[in-house]
């Protein structure tokens, strides 16, 4: 079991920069791989970024590649996503995901457990 709780969002203008936090409890953080995924009102839930157990391995949307970095501490059982270059399509309620699995980890059903998630709200 895993709990997760996001922290970092706002308003910023366009190309402007926020830092999301992702806040894990339990003694098992290294043993998942964390993702971060964004839904914007009215539409489904996406994949934006994934790091791999060790944080070796990251993964993006094209939407976001380039402008968006994803990294984890699992001394400190956090997760981060660097957002830079920010655009009005990236306002969103951004959240974090843990999982188990090994592979389709850009597939949310693949996701066991989930944070509340922060709004992200970029202004053009």
């Known amino acids: 079991q895993v709990w997760l709780v996001e922290s970092g969002g706002g308003l910023v203008q366009a190309g402007g920069s926020l830092r999301l936090s992702c806040a894990a409890s339990?003694?098992?953080?290294?043993?998942?791989?964390m993702g971060w995924f964004r839904q914007a009102p009215g539409k489904e839930r996406e994949f934006v970024a994934v790091?791999?157990?060790?944080?070796?391995?990251?993964y993006y949307a094209d939407s976001v590649k380039g402008r968006f970095t994803i990294s984890r501490d699992n001394a400190k059982n956090m997760v981060s996503l660097q957002m830079n270059s920010l655009k009005p399509e990236d306002t969103a309620v951004y959240y974090c995901?843990?999982?188990?699995?090994?592979?389709?980890?850009?597939?949310?059903?693949?996701?066991?457990?989930w944070g509340q998630g922060t709004q992200v709200t970029v202004s053009s």
């Open positions: 995901a843990a999982t188990t699995a090994f592979y389709g980890t850009e597939d949310r059903a693949r996701y066991n457990y």
């Open positions: 339990g003694r098992t953080f290294s043993t998942y791989v």
């Open positions: 790091i791999n157990r060790s944080g070796q391995t990251t």
